[in-house]
């Protein structure tokens, strides 16, 4: 951890950065002993650079456009993350594939947010394939990245129910107000030295934690 004894948080963004919002937040409230010391974005102009702007945390921009392959994009943003020296990288809505040197780099060290209740729906279009699949209840994973795509060990997980009224979009914002929790609180118990990932499976406290991750339950509607 930095000298001020507080976790040093890299996030990497590609879009509005609510789930950003949620840790500038925390940090604002003093719920969350993180310094925000970056905020990357693969696209210019987003929303979430502003929110990083306003918070007063430094905001980069690393266009993957003006890269010719994957390999030197990742490089060249393995080389911005790495001089801010994070304890904790957080894809937060950050839209790329990775290389498997990129998650290597980071093992044990980066999270990423995922929108359904994983293994369930990895990819693409969650809200509507959870819909479309008849689920009762649909949610949201916290998980440590790695090699795999939405493969890492989970770390969290909330769930809310779906409703047969439902379409993606109304579905999306349930749960979207969950992302808001459990991100700042996997970001908290990593900070707190609680969490770590341990022979490829997430242990907090001491403890390994079940295949889904610690489960919340959510019937807000
Ligand atoms: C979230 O829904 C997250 O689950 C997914 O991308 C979205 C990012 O939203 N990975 P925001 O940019 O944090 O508002």
Redesign the pocket.
Known sequence: MSSTNKARVVVL??????????LIDGVADKSLPIDLVAVISNRPEV??LERAVKANIPAEVLDHKTFADRERFDQALMAMIDSYHPDLVV?????RILTPEFTQHYLGKMF????SLLPKFQGLHTHQRAIDAGEKRHG?TVHFVTAELDGGPAIVQASVPVFTSDDASSL?KR??RQ?HVIYPLAVKWFAQGDLHMIDGKSVLKGEPLPPSGFQIESDET
Do not use: R
């Not at 894809?91 to 839209?95: I, N």
């Open positions: 963004i590609s879009g509005s950065g609510s789930n950003l919002q949620a929303m979430g894809l937060a809505g950050f839209m990423n947010i995922h929108p949201v999306a749960v979207q992302e």
